[in-house]
T-cell receptor, first 113, second 114 residues
Framework: AQSVTQLDSQVPVFEEAPVELRCNYS??????LFWYVQYPNQGLQLLLK??????LVKGINGFEAEFNKSQTSFHLRKPSVHISDTAEYFC???????????FGKGTRLSVIA | KAGVTQTPRYLIKTRGQQVTLSCSPI?????VSWYQQTPGQGLQFLFE???????NKGNFPGRFSGRQFSNSRSEMNVSTLELGDSALYLC?????????????FGQGTRLTVV
């Protein structure tokens, strides 16, 4: 079964600084990878997903992620964060073939003015 | 287009009671999945329904059950509540079954068991 490790439970960063949220998954022949964001008292919103093709995936709100098969990683990046990016971010993985999403424990991003 | 609607938003129950949570998916979506979110365990998959049939089931005891109606609305039921069932329960809907389509999440139902 797939598993996901989000290496940082909390990441504080100053406004307008770059940020990287790290995600590693257990190895598999092929995977689907996702990043979701959860604002306080809200559900999850999809930021971006990798299904196949280009390893650099661009998402909403200026986020992007790079799929690295050799390192089994899917790190999320943003070149310049805003206060409004303060939220919890979840990495998720699934095998093709209608298997459920497996989520990491989440990374709480705090943007400091 | 209305989003995924979960009712109620907040619920307080006593140990031993049972509870039913409701999820109305986005119009036209036929797949509904349920997740339990707790600080300790994170997000854990409960089950998925598609066209009134359970397609996948997570590793939860039989006290957790669900169903889907012909209009795609779904309910989940937890019987004999335990303190550890306190969590945010999230519902997600998709047009079809399978994770290669985007899942749209509701705001969740926060269940507190006392």
């Amino acid at each position: 079964a797939q598993s996901v490790t989000q290496l940082d439970s909390q990441v504080p960063v100053f406004e307008e600084a770059p940020v990287e949220l790290r995600c590693n998954y257990s190895s598999s022949v092929s995977v689907y990878l996702f990043w979701y964001v959860q604002y306080p008292n809200q559900g999850l919103q999809l930021l971006l997903k990798y299904l196949s093709g280009s390893t650099l995936v661009k998402g909403i709100n200026g986020f992007e992620a790079e799929f690295n098969k050799s390192q089994t990683s899917f790190h999320l990046r943003k070149p310049s964060v805003h206060i409004s990016d303060t939220a919890e971010y979840f990495c998720a993985v699934s095998d093709p073939g209608n298997t459920p999403l497996v989520f990491g424990k989440g990374t709480r991003l705090s943007v400091i003015a | 287009k209305a989003g995924v609607t979960q009712t109620p938003r907040y619920l307080i129950k006593t140990r031993g009671q049972q509870v039913t949570l409701s999820c109305s998916p986005i119009s036209g979506h036929r797949s509904v999945s349920w997740y339990q979110q707790t600080p300790g365990q994170g997000l854990q998959f409960l089950f998925e329904y598609f066209s009134e049939t359970q397609r996948n089931k997570g590793n939860f005891p039989g006290r957790f059950s669900g169903r889907q109606f012909s209009n795609s609305r779904s309910e989940m039921n937890v019987s004999t509540l335990e303190l550890g069932d306190s969590a945010l329960y999230l519902c997600a809907s998709s047009p079809v079954s399978g994770v290669n389509t985007e899942a749209f999440f509701g705001q969740g139902t926060r269940l507190t068991v006392v």
